[in-house]
């Protein structure tokens, strides 16, 4: 049995690309047609005349003699060169610099599978291919080696790293490669993979999901990034897969009716709604143990008895409470409203608009809603400002009257207002 050395094949291929002395020739296009087995894209075309329009042709094709056509060619390497000087000459009415192109003609010696084998280690140096085109390429490796060995041919080693060293690529790329083929639902393969939509790393995690999960990450990729499929990356399909997952294996016996989870899609909407994994309880619980169940617009029917009673005692806790804050602060608020209302009566005494006068003595933050303070409105709270601003707060006030209570003086000599140091100036009062 021969033993086949692949690394002295595809330095022998390598030798052929142009380090040996070889013959170039002028071909006429017509006369040359593509390898029926090419799978190469034939992108960026225009691109390509445009270039080989200004600087010309920097590196000739490779073309071996087509055995059923005597005088004709196959192309070897070079099929987007042929096809853009095709172009040139149909885009410049026929121009001769067009009809030829400068070609290498290979012999015949090899077989057609080694002939095959060869067009794509060429390929591989000459061109930048895409993900699908890689694993293309690397398929029909495999199967070409396979039928060498079917011929007799021996191979030592793994098969995957002769293919992996004919394609230039690592053997874990290889595998990835492989694993995404042998996983993603073949209607998302061609509608995002194939097209490049869909990145390799994404697609991977794709692959490891049933096809059925694999639409819904997909479905709802496209209404997270409005159709934009590219932006859904690896770690997001990952953390999406394992919970719906998740979800379809909760455990609902604990609700009311039991069963299979019928709040899964409503969870999911609510984790994933800005385009990240949020930190709702969701993430790992269910709604008949969520803290959050009476504020959540995305709870489970099933919970809606337990979440109107849950608001019903919110409701009476919060009133409960709101009392208690109103009974705690009853005192001050009253305090308050008779400090405006004082005040009420001195400005209308002497005829004065509250507003006129808080300017002028520059009283801070009383004047937005001071016309209802004036009348006693408004005053259920200690956060409302006394008549001098909220500088001074029914506590300071407290204290200065404290003080003169203590001395048993009067404010207007504390303030600095009289030299008298009894209202009145009535010492034996």
Not at 28 to 57: P, Q, R, V
Not at 144 to 161: A, I, N, T
Not at 281 to 293: K, Q
Request: net charge neutral; glycine share 8%; hydrophobic share 35%.
């Amino acid at each position: 049995m021969a033993t086949f050395d692949l690394a002295s094949v595809l330095k022998d291929a390598g030798a052929q690309m142009g380090t040996g002395r070889e013959q170039i020739e002028y071909i006429d296009i017509d006369k040359i047609g593509a390898d029926a087995k090419n799978f190469y894209a034939m992108s960026d075309i225009g691109a390509l005349m445009a270039n080989i329009e200004l600087i010309g042709l920097q590196q000739p094709i490779r073309v071996r003699p087509n055995p059923d056509a005597p005088g004709r060619y196959i192309v070897v390497s070079g099929h987007r060169r042929l096809t853009a000087f095709k172009q040139l000459r149909d885009d410049k009415d026929g121009g001769e610099r067009w009809t030829t192109i400068p070609a290498i003609v290979e012999a015949c010696a090899d077989s057609a599978d080694l002939q095959e084998l060869r067009l794509i280690y060429a390929n591989a140096d000459t061109r930048k291919i895409s993900d699908l085109e890689l694993r293309k390429q690397a398929e029909r490796v495999e199967a070409l080696l396979y039928r060498l060995k079917e011929q007799g041919v021996e191979f030592p080693g793994r098969m995957r790293d002769h293919v992996a060293e004919a394609c230039k690529i690592s053997k874990s790329k290889l595998g990835r490669l492989k694993q995404i083929k042998d996983g993603l639902a073949p209607d998302i393969s061609k509608a995002y993979y194939e097209t490049g939509t869909l990145n390799e790393a994404a697609a991977l995690e794709l692959a490891k999901l049933p096809e059925d999960v694999q639409r819904e990450i997909i479905n709802r990729a496209r209404n997270l990034y409005t159709g934009h499929v590219s932006r859904l990356g690896a770690v997001l399909t990952k953390l999406m897969g394992e919970d719906i997952l998740r979800l379809r294996d909760l455990d609902c016996r604990k609700c009311a009716g039991g069963g299979e989870c019928i709040n899964q899609s409503k969870i999911l909407d609510k984790l994933y709604s800005q385009g990240y994994r949020g930190y709702a309880y969701c993430g790992h619980g269910c709604c008949a143990t969520c803290p959050d169940l009476v504020f959540c617009s995305k709870s489970c029917q099933r919970m809606k008895g337990k979440k109107d009673k849950l608001r019903a005692d919110a409701k009476t806790d919060k009133a409960a409470k709101k009392a208690a804050v109103v009974a705690e602060n009853f005192a001050t608020i009253r305090r308050i409203r008779d400090l405006w209302q004082r005040m009420n009566a001195a400005c209308t005494a002497q005829g004065v608009d509250f507003l006129e006068m808080s300017e002028e003595c520059k009283l801070n933050g009383v004047s937005f809603s001071a016309p209802d303070y004036l009348s006693g409105k408004c005053i259920d709270s200690i956060s409302v400002p006394t008549p001098f601003g909220y500088g001074v707060d029914v506590s300071s006030v407290d204290r200065l009257i404290s003080v003169a209570d203590a001395l048993d003086v009067s404010l207007d000599y504390l303030l600095g207002r009289t030299d008298e140091m009894r209202m009145g100036g009535d010492d034996d009062a």
